[in-house]
């Protein structure tokens, strides 16, 4: 049981320290396409992914497109917690991305078993200054210890700080101050009763140097405010709500 045990760690432990060799040559992109929940973010510069900050952003799906990537975030937005989404394109580096965003980004997939967990490596330039970003994500809401740490060892590896860690999974023992859910409820039931094949609907803009729509990338869009504060129990609050709103109304 001891050797199984120690094997199955052993994989784990190729699989973190896979990095992006794995997107450059055999990953299949498609697999990465779905739901997915943020875990953990770690930065060189902490404030960008403590409360209000820019890159403290909360995955809600990753829609593959035939050269880039289209995400779908939640994030504090004039202190209310908005829809975003993001559109990320190929560059000529096999398995790297850019988007304009708080800056220009570029990043990769280090790591990812597509069933369970995902991690990217962000490199974000703006106004001659550089900061790193990295990114655990699930398919679940949280992951097991074990893969926490192997990831804060690798963030380690590239120069990130315990202390700049920080595991969202954990924010849903913090206060919440849903919208009330009859209202909620009815926005959905408004947004759900469109045709079918509008799942990818362009919302409003938000003001500044961004495309002005879904086929101009890179760009970022906005939708109505959801609810107040942003973190992991909000946005499974949502999602609970959203699914009940639309077995209502089919």
Not at 4 to 31: D, H, I, P, Q, W
Not at 37 to 54: C, F, H, Q, W
Not at 88 to 117: H, M, P, Q, R, W
């Amino acid at each position: 049981m001891k050797m199984l045990l120690l094997l199955c760690l052993g994989l784990t432990l190729v699989c973190v320290y896979a990095e992006v060799s794995s997107m450059g040559r055999n990953f299949n992109v498609e697999k990465i396409n779905g739901e997915w929940y943020t875990i953990i973010l770690a930065s060189d510069k902490r404030e960008k992914i403590e409360d209000n900050g820019s890159m403290r952003l909360f995955l809600e799906h990753i829609h593959v497109l035939e050269n880039s990537l289209a995400f779908k975030f939640h994030t504090v937005i004039d202190e209310e917690c908005s829809e975003i989404s993001l559109v990320a394109d190929k560059t000529e580096k096999a398995g790297e991305y850019s988007v304009t965003y708080d800056g220009f980004n570029t990043f990769t997939i280090l790591t990812t078993n597509c069933d369970n967990y995902i991690m990217t490596h962000l490199i974000n330039k703006k106004d001659g200054e550089t900061f790193l970003l990295m990114g655990l994500y699930g398919r679940e809401p949280d992951l097991s210890s074990d893969i926490k740490e192997e990831i804060a060892k690798l963030c380690e590896k590239h120069g990130i700080i315990r202390e700049n860690i920080i595991d969202l999974s954990n924010t849903h023992k913090n206060k919440v101050d849903l919208v009330p859910e009859h209202v909620l409820v009815l926005t959905l039931q408004i947004a759900a009763s469109g045709p079918e094949n509008e799942e990818w609907t362009e919302p409003r803009m938000l003001s500044g140097d961004f495309s002005p729509g879904f086929h101009h990338h890179p760009f970022l869009s906005l939708q109505h405010s959801l609810y107040k504060f942003c973190d992991l129990h909000s946005i499974l609050s949502h999602r609970e709500v959203q699914s009940q709103s639309l077995q209502h109304v089919t």
